[in-house]
């Protein structure tokens, strides 16, 4: 089956713990895309990669790091999580225009929450 | 960078009702997406629009490029309707790499009474 994997689904850590959220894709996407949800705001990008070893700055970049070292993989870290990144994550990925769309496919979403 | 406006903000309707959810923006794209969000929280991508109009079971979706704007129309709608319906844009294809950065709206939370 064709879909977004997201782990984990629910997370409660501490102030300053390193996290990584991760996320993984099967349908050889080459973009991929992280995202927040917070109440009033709606959805932001964070960060979003173009290819292996290609990634850019979205909206609300900060306090945040990603990689993207395979196709498949594209790891969300807070290496010193506080507690205004409380919010609901999602991973998407999408097909390029070289591979014949613009179609999203979102993971399940994680929820954070920083004490 | 675009503005996304989604309208009305909430919306309840007896089962059986058609209902519109309305989106506008205020830059030229190259494409606008329709995203449910149910309770659960899971995302999912309903339409893909650059021109015209779709049609998947009851819902349809259209788009007016020149006036900016896009609805989303659920004919005889359903308790299970019952969703946030996100509309998202994206920038020409001409933006090179910001061609993918998707500008959401804030969503419009549908509740189908039966």
């Known amino acids: 089956e064709a879909q977004v994997t997201q782990n984990p689904r629910y997370l409660i850590t501490v102030t300053g713990k390193k996290l990584t959220v991760t996320c993984s894709q099967n349908?050889?996407?080459?973009?991929m895309s992280w995202y927040r949800q917070d109440p009033g705001l709606g959805l932001r990008q964070i960060y979003y990669?173009?290819?292996?070893?290609?990634?850019d700055k979205g909206d609300v970049p900060e306090g945040y790091k990603v990689s993207r070292k395979e196709k498949r993989n594209f790891p969300l870290i807070l290496e010193s999580p506080s507690p205004n990144q409380t919010s609901l994550y999602f991973c998407?990925?999408?097909?390029?225009?070289?591979?014949?769309?613009?179609?999203?496919?979102f993971g399940s979403g994680t929820r954070l929450t920083v004490v | 960078k675009n503005e996304v406006e989604q309208s009305p903000q909430n919306l309840t309707a007896q089962e059986g009702e058609f209902i519109t959810i309305n989106c506008s923006y205020s830059?030229?794209?190259?494409?606008l997406h329709w995203l449910q969000q149910h309770p659960g929280g899971g995302i999912v991508s309903l339409f893909m629009?650059?021109?015209g109009k779709k049609k998947h079971g009851r819902l349809i979706a259209t788009i007016n490029i020149q006036e900016k704007h896009s609805s989303l129309h659920i004919t005889a709608s359903h308790p299970r309707d019952s969703a946030v319906y996100i509309c998202?844009?994206?920038?020409?294809?001409?933006?090179?790499?910001?061609?993918?950065?998707?500008?959401f709206g804030k969503g419009t939370k549908l509740s189908v009474i039966p």
């Open positions: 990669s173009m290819n292996v070893e290609v990634t």
């Open positions: 830059v030229g794209i190259s494409a």
């Open positions: 998407a990925s999408s097909l390029s225009p070289g591979q014949g769309g613009y179609g999203y496919t």
């Open positions: 629009l650059s021109s």
């Open positions: 998202a844009v994206r920038p020409p294809a001409y933006s090179g790499a910001g061609s993918y950065q998707l500008t």
């Open positions: 349908m050889n996407h080459e973009y």
